[in-house]
């Protein structure tokens, strides 16, 4: 006889949220932390190659989120992210009565993570801090805060075209009968080749949660401009999730002339 596995009982909400919470923390300590603590490590002294660069942010983005998605994947989905809730619930892969808990959750854990990125930064070096907060604190932004001197509309289509992207793999890797055990190292190393064409663009967000944590430590234009990277993910994942749900979970007997 094969040796059966130990059904668990499904997770409560609290739970759920509790999970989610744990890996938006995770995911966004990661990114943020990279960002600020190693991508430009040394800059303006003898020992400026050794920083990681946007190569190495987007490998800290990928490799958190296939951590947070195996550690946490398995009680709450693994979103991590209010555009991949938003997604998913267009795609009916859970109920919309969920939605504003997790966004709730996903925000509370990635405000934790720039927290912690703030209080380490209490302790280094003189002037560290206010620098890293006059610069924007990673945070995301267009114009004269984009890395690359990009505009507003490039920043709106980045977002809700790569917001969208993520979803299209989330939901495909996730489909309850067409999903991959490795669903979450595909889905996160989606999520760094985002970040590679992103990061230049405007910091890369795609991820609401994570723009409104930097945001509330950055300066005053990171809050002026952070509703592109609330609303506009947020639509491409949307989008994605609906455009998802009809093209290809659509049941052979319900396709038109059949």
């Known amino acids: 006889m094969s040796p059966t596995r130990t059904r668990l009982p499904a997770a409560t909400m609290t739970a759920r949220l509790t999970a989610e919470a744990f890996g938006t923390t995770i995911l966004v300590i990661a990114i943020v932390g990279a960002a600020l603590f190693a991508s430009r490590f040394g800059e303006g002294t003898d020992a400026s190659g050794e920083g990681i660069g946007f190569v190495g942010i987007s490998l800290a983005a990928g490799l958190a989120l296939v951590a947070a998605v195996y550690a946490f994947g398995p009680i709450s989905g693994g979103h991590f992210n209010p555009a991949v809730t938003l997604g998913a619930a267009a795609a009916g ?12 959750a996903q925000c509370i854990g990635a405000t ?12 280094g070096p003189d002037g560290w801090l206010e620098a890293q907060r006059t610069a924007g604190f990673a945070s995301n932004g267009f114009g004269a805060s984009s890395p690359g001197g990009f505009g507003m509309g490039a920043a709106i289509i980045g977002e809700a075209l790569f917001a969208a992207l993520l979803i299209f793999v989330f939901l495909g890797v996730t489909h309850p009968a067409r999903g991959t055990p490795l669903g979450g190292l595909v889905t996160g190393v989606t999520l760094a080749l985002i970040h590679l064409v992103l990061l230049p663009i405007d910091f890369a967000s795609v991820n609401p ?6 945001a509330v430590y950055g300066s005053t234009e990171a809050l002026a401009q952070l509703w592109v990277f609330l609303v506009f993910p947020m639509i491409g994942a949307l989008l994605a999730g ?7 979970d659509v049941s052979e007997r319900e396709e038109p002339g059949t």
């Open 112 to 123: 934790i993570a720039s927290t912690l990125i703030f209080l380490i930064g209490l302790f």
């Open 93 to 104: 892969r859970m109920p919309w009565r969920d939605v504003p808990s997790y966004i709730a």
């Open 209 to 214: 949660a994570r723009s409104i944590a930097t």
């Open 242 to 248: 609906l455009a998802y749900r009809a093209l290809f």
